[in-house]
């Protein structure tokens, strides 16, 4: 069973950035794309950014150009570098397989765009 564990979360302005972690146990993890997926107030929980096992990314056009993604296959972990951050970031944020039988959520981590 593999454990999905986030974090680096927070409270930030307008404009502010942060990088958000995601490490995932088992020797399985580059054999797989990964997502993050927020999480806002009164929403479903939605993909937002994508990772293929060759590093080649997507995201949705709401945050293309603000956030990247990027995945240390040896570290078995997944980061998003969010920039530029706005108050509609706001949300739990949380990584798993992108696409497939998804596996168990992890605990999130929340992020907080003041205005």
């Known amino acids: 069973q593999v454990q999905l564990v986030e974090s680096g979360g927070g409270l930030v302005q307008s404009g502010g950035s942060l990088r958000l972690s995601c490490a995932a146990s088992g020797s399985i993890f580059s054999g797989y794309a990964m997502g993050w997926y927020q999480q806002a107030p009164g929403n479903q929980r939605g993909l937002v950014a994508q990772?293929?096992?060759?590093?080649?990314?997507n995201y949705i056009d709401s945050v293309r150009g603000r956030f990247t993604i990027s995945r240390d296959n040896a570290k078995n972990t997944v980061y998003l570098q969010m920039n530029s951050l706005k108050p509609e970031d706001t949300g739990v944020y949380y990584c798993?397989?992108?696409?497939?039988?998804?596996?168990?959520w992890g605990q999130g981590t929340q992020v907080t765009v003041s205005s």
């Open positions: 798993n397989k992108d696409g497939g039988r998804l596996w168990s």
């Open positions: 990772i293929s096992r060759d590093g080649s990314t």
